[in-house]
């Protein structure tokens, strides 16, 4: 059982250099989600997409972006690395009703120096 | 704007007393309202959810959850700690659109 798969695990990036990292789920569901980690904030959103060609802007979009060609991938896309982007990245999908959960990937730690 | 706000960043109880982690949401519409725990290192898992129907909620490993409108709360209890239930536990809240998480409270458990 795969779920959600999340690329890489951990990453030390220099400051100003551009970082993609990967998402995918085979679980087909519509839903996607990009979140960001910091102790004591919780989980905060980026960005999001309700189904593939579309999507949005959550909480904390600033530096980040995002793209959804298929059901299955949902990158994000950091252009020009800080070092308060340095937090534990988590992404999500669900199968896009309201009332369903969303499933987790195992998160990706990065650090930008 | 749908949000959450957990009460209480850090909560220690002792093995065998009574788990109370608090949690208030706003929403513009009919929420639905999930508790998500993170054990160190890991993603997060589902605990319990509310959709519609019975307020009382019954999840994994012996957690439940009371959806009360009028208090706009969700508030996740257990009866007896156990020390396999330290962890972080996260309240979320949907819209339809996206999910919102609270800022975490962080449950110690002391032998």
């Known amino acids: 059982i795969a779920g959600i798969t999340q690329a890489p695990t951990s990453q030390i990036l220099a400051a100003g250099r551009r970082m993609t990292l990967r998402c995918t789920q085979d679980?087909?569901?519509?839903?996607m989600y990009w979140y960001r980690q910091d102790l004591g904030l919780g989980l905060r959103l980026i960005h999001y997409?309700?189904?593939?060609?579309?999507?949005g802007k959550g909480e904390v979009p600033d530096g980040y972006s995002v793209s959804r060609a298929n059901t299955d991938d949902f990158p994000l896309t950091l252009a020009s690395a800080v070092p308060s982007q340095t937090s534990v990245y988590f992404c999500?999908?669900?199968?896009?009703?309201?009332?369903?959960?969303?499933?987790f990937g195992q998160g990706t730690r990065l650090t930008v120096v | 704007a749908q949000s959450v706000t957990q009460l209480g960043s850090h909560v220690s109880v002792s093995e065998g007393a009574l788990v109370l982690l608090r949690c208030n949401y706003s929403?513009?519409?009919?929420?639905?309202l999930f508790w998500y725990v993170q054990y160190p290192n890991q993603g997060l898992q589902l605990l319990l959810k509310?959709?519609?129907?019975?307020?009382l909620v019954k999840g994994i490993n012996g957690f439940e959850a009371e959806f009360k409108k009028s208090e706009t709360s969700f508030h996740l209890t257990k009866p007896s700690a156990h020390m396999s239930d330290a962890a972080e536990y996260f309240c979320?809240?949907?819209?339809?659109?996206?999910?919102?998480f609270g800022a975490g409270t962080r449950l110690t458990v002391k032998p």
């Open positions: 999500a999908s669900k199968a896009g009703e309201a009332n369903t959960e969303a499933f």
């Open positions: 979320a809240v949907s819209d339809g659109h996206d999910m919102r």
């Open positions: 997409s309700n189904t593939a060609g579309t999507t």
């Open positions: 929403s513009s519409v009919p929420p639905y």
């Open positions: 679980m087909r569901h519509n839903a």
């Open positions: 509310y959709t519609t129907g019975a307020t």
